[in-house]
């Protein structure tokens, strides 16, 4: 800081002094931030005249880093929900801005909220929060737009050098006799594929799985599109 009198002739010299110097301390108007708080800083004239001079210190925790959650993936023409964790979690200013490097792919708006174009295509972009205490802290994250299923295909997988197409469709299941799952087969391994143009390029091949009766057979998760 630096302190200057009026008129300017008079002499220039001035005493520094914290209000707390457990928040801030002040050393030839050099101040040093100890704790997050507020305090002022007075310069009080040296030439006996003591006319002071003050300003109100904000001392912050800054971000040290931050990190991106939510999915990686998304069609054209969907939302995507991102949240931010920041580091440390006693920084005093947690808020973020959001940017999209590909806007021909996706927006982003200033809640974290992704849309990605109706007619975007496949494709990667990267969407960036920064810090807005001024920090320069940022972190990125890749987002993948993939093609919309048109079908699914479902395989019994037992057989991992003949699996069995056993049913097909935008959502799709099927029924397996209690007897022989648990006489012949303690369990049975299927496995989904999703497809687009009848090909398997650049479609999202992550599912989720559900059992009608979860007391009597249960979905255990393999690799993503396995159980």
Same mark, same amino acid.
């Given at each position: 800081l630096t302190a200057g009198i009026t008129p300017s002739d008079a002499a220039q010299d001035v005493t520094w002094k914290s209000g707390n110097s457990s928040i801030a301390s002040v050393e030839d108007g050099h101040v040093t931030g100890l704790s997050v708080g507020k305090?002022?800083?007075?310069?009080?004239?040296?030439?006996?005249?003591?006319?002071?001079?003050?300003?109100?210190?904000?001392?912050?925790?800054?971000?040290?880093?931050l990190q991106i959650n939510g999915n990686d993936a998304m069609t054209a023409g969907q939302k995507l929900k991102l949240s931010v964790r920041c580091a440390?979690?006693?920084?005093?200013?947690?808020?973020?801005?959001?940017?999209?490097?590909?806007?021909?792919?996706?927006?982003?708006?200033r809640n974290g909220t992704v849309s990605a174009v109706k007619t975007a295509k496949a494709g990667s972009f990267n969407i960036t929060a920064t810090a807005a205490d001024g920090s320069g802290v940022t972190a990125v994250k890749k987002i993948t737009i993939t093609k919309k299923a048109e079908t699914l295909e479902l +395989?019994?997988?037992n057989?991992?050098?003949?699996?069995?197409?056993?049913?097909?469709?935008?959502?799709?299941?099927?029924? +397996?006799d209690a007897k022989e799952l648990n006489n012949k087969h303690p369990e049975v391994k299927l496995r989904v594929e999703a497809l687009a143009d009848? &090909?398997?390029d650049g479609v999202s091949q992550t599912f989720t799985w559900?059992?009608? &009766?979860?007391?009597? &057979?249960?979905? +255990?998760?393999g690799n993503p599109n396995e159980v």
């Amino acid at each position: 800081l630096t302190a200057g009198i009026t008129p300017s002739d008079a002499a220039q010299d001035v005493t520094w002094k914290s209000g707390n110097s457990s928040i801030a301390s002040v050393e030839d108007g050099h101040v040093t931030g100890l704790s997050v708080g507020k305090t002022d800083i007075t310069a009080t004239s040296a030439d006996g005249t003591r006319i002071t001079g003050k300003v109100t210190i904000s001392v912050c925790r800054m971000v040290m880093a931050l990190q991106i959650n939510g999915n990686d993936a998304m069609t054209a023409g969907q939302k995507l929900k991102l949240s931010v964790r920041c580091a440390p979690d006693s920084a005093t200013n947690k808020a973020v801005t959001w940017t999209c490097d590909d806007p021909s792919r996706a927006v982003v708006d200033r809640n974290g909220t992704v849309s990605a174009v109706k007619t975007a295509k496949a494709g990667s972009f990267n969407i960036t929060a920064t810090a807005a205490d001024g920090s320069g802290v940022t972190a990125v994250k890749k987002i993948t737009i993939t093609k919309k299923a048109e079908t699914l295909e479902l +395989y019994d997988n037992n057989d991992n050098n003949n699996p069995r197409l056993i049913s097909n469709g935008q959502k799709i299941g099927f029924d +397996y006799d209690a007897k022989e799952l648990n006489n012949k087969h303690p369990e049975v391994k299927l496995r989904v594929e999703a497809l687009a143009d009848n &090909a398997t390029d650049g479609v999202s091949q992550t599912f989720t799985w559900k059992s009608s &009766a979860p007391a009597v &057979a249960e979905a +255990y998760l393999g690799n993503p599109n396995e159980v």
